[in-house]
């Protein structure tokens, strides 16, 4: 098995042990692409979610936050383009009778070219050493010319025939290429057909008078419907900002790859508000805005990479996907678009209402354009964890399995232990806790050896373990653990505060943006 497969194994397996996520309505065998979060998987996605918040909301003037219902009028969705052009291309395989998204094969098969132009690259790296001159191989080098030739070829001509919904082109392009079916390796497919990802629902009592409604598949439309409430009622002045953070609901058909791609997940997007004509100028700015957000983190500079859009969205003019190295591979993490007027010119038209604003400067109204930022709450979860996630091999030969997750996201921040369960120790560990529980997530263990603890509490990713013994009876001093050093320093109860702060507070965190 590769051994990437077997990283994500792990991945899974972890979250589910150490209380993080557990597949939903598990007693009932669970139901595909559903995940519910525990104790300690709740914390994590609230932590990261108000770091989104805090960056976005709190710390721009010109951008304030909204909570808009999962339910909205039905007309939204006509408006928004998505009843009519909300759909995945489908192809099925005959032999394995397994469905595919036909743009999904074709990029996948992309990717390979231009993993085959990365290797390459890098084995001239290793050939030129010093002397290696990236831009200029790129350019000259026969393999990684013709690589890149046939992926960007590849891609452009997906982009053509899925923009013309000529899918018989799509599907022709599936056979060129010699696409067979993941799992059975067959070549024997279907046509490709349009899919509405849309999950719908009823409103009222009665079968008669019932309304057909959709659970939202995006959170951006309660910001658009709701863009001159809140102009005017927060007297916002162009360019301005509105965010949300909430649920958001997709029947998709290719659903794997655990918390990557679900059918109800949470998205943190925010809706830039811009003057007509000056769009790409804030699409240039979030793009680096959004990618210093993500770095800020710490997970590595090389585990990030911008995608520009070959095919774009039904609404965009520009679009790109900051993709993350997931353990299998680089994807998807975050989209941000400029959406042009599409979306508010369409609710104007819908609505018969006036969604204009009027711009003092320019003594004119006009209808905003429009640069969004759009994140997976829960594809963030799972960067953030499976990075996290290792296994060490300590000096004396044994292993510990540490999660080691940004302090400032960590689900619990201290935990503190009593070396014994006797000598009034326990009680001093929970007026410890009385006191720090105020400022952070603490946890209080008592059970097992210390050492045994040390390495539960290394799972679960706490930055600090906080042993009291029997000097602490005497000098009111404790020994205080990092979990990515293991280091102990021996500090004062009163202290600790500070050393925890220091650690775990989103300033530190977000001033090295
Ligand atoms: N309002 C724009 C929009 O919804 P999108 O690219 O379809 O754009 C934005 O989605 C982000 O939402 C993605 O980058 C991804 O992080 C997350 N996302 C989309 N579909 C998802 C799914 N089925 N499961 C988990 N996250 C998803």
């Known amino acids: 098995?590769?051994?990437?497969?077997?990283?994500?194994?792990?991945?899974?397996?972890?979250?589910?042990?150490?209380?993080?996520?557990?597949?939903?309505?598990?007693?009932?065998?669970?139901?595909?692409?559903?995940?519910?979060?525990?104790?300690?998987?709740?914390?994590?996605?609230?932590?990261?979610?108000?770091?989104?918040?805090?960056?976005?909301?709190?710390?721009?003037?010109?951008?304030?936050?909204?909570?808009?219902?999962?339910l909205m009028h039905p007309t939204t969705w006509k408006a928004s383009g998505h009843v009519d052009a909300f759909n995945d291309p489908l192809i099925d395989n005959k032999d394995s009778k397994k469905r595919y998204r036909a743009?999904?094969?074709?990029?996948?098969?992309?990717?390979?070219?231009?993993?085959?132009?990365?290797?390459?690259?890098?084995?001239?790296?290793?050939?030129?050493?010093?002397?290696?001159?990236?831009?200029?191989?790129?350019?000259?080098?026969?393999?990684?010319?013709?690589?890149?030739?046939?992926?960007?070829?590849?891609?452009?001509?997906?982009a053509r025939s899925l923009g013309n919904d000529d899918l018989a082109d799509v599907k022709a392009l599936i056979e060129e290429l010699?696409?067979?079916?993941?799992?059975?390796?067959?070549?024997?497919?279907?046509?490709?057909?349009?899919?509405?990802?849309?999950?719908?629902?009823?409103?009222?009592?009665?079968?008669?008078?019932?309304m057909d409604l959709y659970l939202r598949p995006e959170t951006a439309q309660g910001i658009f419907v709701n863009f001159l409430n809140v102009q005017k009622s927060g007297r916002m002045k162009v360019p301005f900002g509105i965010a949300q953070t909430g649920k958001a609901f997709r029947n998709e058909i290719v659903a794997r790859q655990f918390i990557f791609r679900m059918r109800e997940f949470e998205q943190m997007e925010m809706q830039f508000f811009v003057r007509p004509g000056e769009e790409m100028k804030h699409?240039?700015?979030?793009?680096?805005?959004?990618?210093?957000?993500?770095?800020?983190?710490?997970?590595?500079?090389?585990?990030?990479?911008?995608?520009?859009?070959?095919?774009?969205?039904?609404?965009?003019?520009?679009?790109?996907?900051?993709?993350?190295?997931?353990?299998?591979?680089?994807?998807?993490?975050?989209?941000i678009h400029s959406r042009t007027d599409f979306d508010l010119k369409a609710h104007e038209q819908y609505s018969g209402r006036k969604l204009q604003?009027?711009?003092?400067?320019?003594?004119?109204?006009?209808?905003?354009?429009?640069?969004?930022?759009?994140?997976?709450?829960?594809?963030?979860?799972?960067?953030?964890f499976a990075t996290s996630l290792k296994e060490e091999t300590l000096e004396d030969g044994s292993t510990r399995t540490v999660l080691k997750l940004p302090a400032v996201l960590a689900p619990t921040k201290a935990a503190v232990l009593p070396l014994v369960k006797k000598d009034g120790l326990p009680e001093i560990a929970h007026q410890i806790i009385a006191d720090l529980k105020w400022d952070f997530n603490v946890a209080y263990d008592e059970k097992d050896a210390v050492g045994r603890r040390y390495r539960r509490q290394?799972?679960?990713?706490?930055?600090?373990?906080?042993?009291?013994?029997?000097?602490?009876?005497?000098?009111?001093?404790?020994?205080?653990?990092?979990?990515?050093?293991?280091?102990?320093?021996?500090?004062?109860?009163?202290?600790?505060?500070?050393?925890?702060?220091?650690?775990?507070?989103?300033?530190?965190?977000?001033?090295?943006?």
């Open 458 to 513: 290394d799972a679960l990713g706490t930055p600090f373990c906080i042993t009291v013994d029997h000097q602490t009876v005497e000098d009111q001093t404790v020994t205080i653990r990092h979990r990515d050093t293991m280091k102990q320093d021996r500090v004062k109860i009163a202290d600790l505060k500070s050393i925890i702060e220091s650690e775990v507070s989103m300033r530190n965190w977000l001033m090295k943006m």
């Open 357 to 384: 604003y009027f711009d003092p400067e320019l003594n004119e109204n006009y209808v905003p354009y429009v640069v969004e930022t759009s994140v997976g709450l829960d594809r963030m979860f799972l960067a953030v």
């Open 1 to 70: 098995m590769a051994k990437q497969e077997d990283i994500f194994k792990n991945v899974v397996s972890h979250a589910k042990e150490y209380g993080f996520i557990f597949p939903s309505s598990e007693v009932y065998d669970g139901l595909s692409a559903v995940y519910d979060y525990a104790q300690n998987g709740v914390e994590l996605k609230k932590n990261i979610r108000e770091y989104w918040w805090k960056a976005m909301v709190q710390m721009n003037d010109n951008i304030v936050g909204l909570d808009a219902a999962i």
């Open 283 to 335: 699409y240039e700015f979030w793009k680096e805005a959004r990618l210093k957000w993500h770095l800020s983190l710490g997970l590595g500079r090389e585990n990030y990479r911008f995608h520009d859009h070959e095919k774009l969205a039904h609404y965009a003019n520009a679009a790109a996907d900051i993709e993350f190295n997931f353990p299998f591979g680089f994807k998807e993490l975050e989209g």
């Open 103 to 158: 743009d999904v094969l074709i990029e996948d098969y992309a990717e390979k070219l231009n993993q085959k132009a990365i290797k390459e690259i890098e084995k001239a790296r290793v050939r030129f050493g010093d002397a290696f001159n990236e831009a200029e191989f790129v350019a000259t080098n026969a393999r990684v010319v013709e690589y890149k030739a046939k992926e960007r070829e590849i891609l452009e001509r997906m």
């Open 178 to 210: 010699e696409i067979a079916c993941p799992e059975s390796g067959s070549r024997n497919w279907t046509e490709v057909k349009q899919f509405n990802l849309m999950f719908g629902t009823k409103l009222g009592a009665s079968a008669d008078s019932a």
